[in-house]
C-alpha cells in the first residue's frame, strides 16, 4: 500500500479524484482555502491540514499538485525527460532567485519550459468590476510573461475572464479584452505570445464565440490555449479545434466522461481521441501538446507518457 496522497487545492478536477481514492481505500490528506470543500472530505474520512508545506509533510512520498514540490527543480525536469516528455509548462514565479533557480535547473537538465500558467486570473480576475483587483491581474499577468521571456517560453496562459453573479457575459468580455490589450505591447516587446483559455468559468462556450474573442484583437501576440478535455460537457473537442484552426497556440490534454460527470485517465473517458488526433492534423498544428493531471511516481508518469504516444499513434 502506497504512503498517503495529498490534495492542495480541492477544486474541479481535486475534489473528485479525492473521492475516488477515498472510496478505492487509500488515505487522503487534504488543504484548501475554502474551508467548506475541506470539511465536505473530512466527512468522508479525509485527513486534513492548515497548509501545502503541512500536506507534504503528511503525504510523505506522493503530493498530488501541479509540479510536484518534494523534489528538486532539477530532479523534476529529468524525470519528465526519463519518462518521456519533451518539455513542460511552468507557474508563474514572482521571488527572482526561484525563477532564476527555474532557468538553471531547466538549463541543466535540458528540458524545454514551453509555456507559463498565469496564476492570478482566478483570485484577480480581468473582468472584475474592481480597479485594485484588475491592477493585481495585471501585475501577474506582466510577471508572467517575464518569467516566459527569461525561461525562453513562447506562450502564457491566461484564463481571460470569469462569469459570476457580479459580472454579465458581456461585461466579462467587454472588460476582459480592455486589459488584455493594455498587454499587448508587453507581450510583442518580449515576443511571448498571450494565450487565452476555455474554462469552467461560464465565459467562451462555444468554438465560434471563442474564435470571435481572439480575433477581435487582430493581434500576433493574442492567440488560443485549447484545452480538449474542457469543453465536454457542452460541445466536442474535433469541432472546436477545426473552428478556431490556426489561432490555437497550444493545448492541454485531459479526458473527462460525460456519462459520470468524473475526469477520467487518458483514453477512459468520452472524447473521440482519434477524431480530435485528425482535426488536429488538418489544422496543420505542430506544437505542444500539455498533458494537464495530478502528478505522480515515476511509474504513473510513464504510463501517461505512454497514453500520450498510443493517441497520437492512432492505436
Known amino acids: 500500500m502506497q504512503g498517503p496522497i495529498g490534495f492542495v487545492g480541492l477544486g474541479i478536477m481535486g475534489r473528485p479524484m479525492a473521492k475516488n481514492l477515498l472510496k478505492a481505500g487509500h488515505t487522503v490528506v487534504v488543504h484548501n482555502r475554502s474551508q467548506a470543500a475541506v470539511q465536505e472530505l473530512a466527512g468522508l474520512g479525509a485527513k486534513t491540514a492548515d497548509s501545502p508545506a503541512a500536506v507534504a509533510r503528511a503525504a510523505g512520498d506522493l503530493v498530488i499538485t501541479m509540479l510536484p514540490k518534494e523534489m528538486s ?13 519533451e518539455a513542460v509548462e511552468a507557474q ?11 532557468k538553471d535547473a531547466s538549463d541543466k537538465a535540458k528540458l524545454r519550459i514551453h509555456s507559463v500558467m498565469n496564476m492570478d486570473h482566478w483570485r484577480y480576475p480581468l473582468s472584475s468590476s474592481d480597479p485594485a483587483v484588475v491592477e493585481q491581474s495585471i501585475k501577474g499577468m506582466q510577471t508572467s510573461l517575464r518569467n516566459a521571456k527569461l525561461w525562453g517560453a513562447d506562450t502564457v496562459l491566461l484564463v481571460p475572464a470569469v462569469v459570476n ?47 470571435k474573442y481572439v480575433d477581435q484583437f487582430n493581434s ?14 457542452y460541445g466536442f473537442p474535433q469541432e472546436w479545434i477545426r473552428t478556431l484552426g490556426r489561432r490555437i497556440a497550444k493545448f492541454h490534454l485531459k479526458d473527462f466522461k ?27 498544428f505542430s506544437g505542444y501538446l500539455t498533458v494537464e493531471l495530478p502528478g505522480g511516481d515515476e511509474a504513473y508518469l510513464r504510463e501517461v507518457s505512454k497514453r500520450v504516444d498510443k493517441i497520437f499513434a492512432g492505436v
Open 73 to 85: 527543480y532539477f530532479d523534476r525536469f529529468r524525470l519528465a525527460l526519463d519518462v518521456g516528455f
Open 92 to 102: 508563474t514565479v514572482e521571488d527572482p532567485r526561484e525563477a532564476d533557480a527555474i
Open 165 to 211: 453573479p457580479q459580472t454579465t457575459y458581456t461585461d466579462a468580455w467587454t472588460r476582459s479584452q480592455d486589459q488584455i490589450r493594455k498587454l499587448i505591447p508587453l507581450a510583442s516587446e518580449l515576443r511571448v505570445v498571450i494565450a487565452v483559455e476555455e474554462v469552467w468559468n461560464k465565459f467562451l462556450l462555444s468554438a465560434p464565440d471563442f474564435a
Open 220 to 233: 500576433p501576440w493574442i492567440r488560443a490555449y485549447f484545452d480538449v478535455g474542457n469543453v465536454v460537457m
Open 258 to 284: 460525460f456519462e459520470t460527470r468524473q475526469w477520467v485517465p487518458l483514453g477512459e473517458g468520452s472524447i473521440d481521441w482519434r477524431e480530435v488526433r485528425r482535426a488536429i492534423g488538418e489544422i496543420g
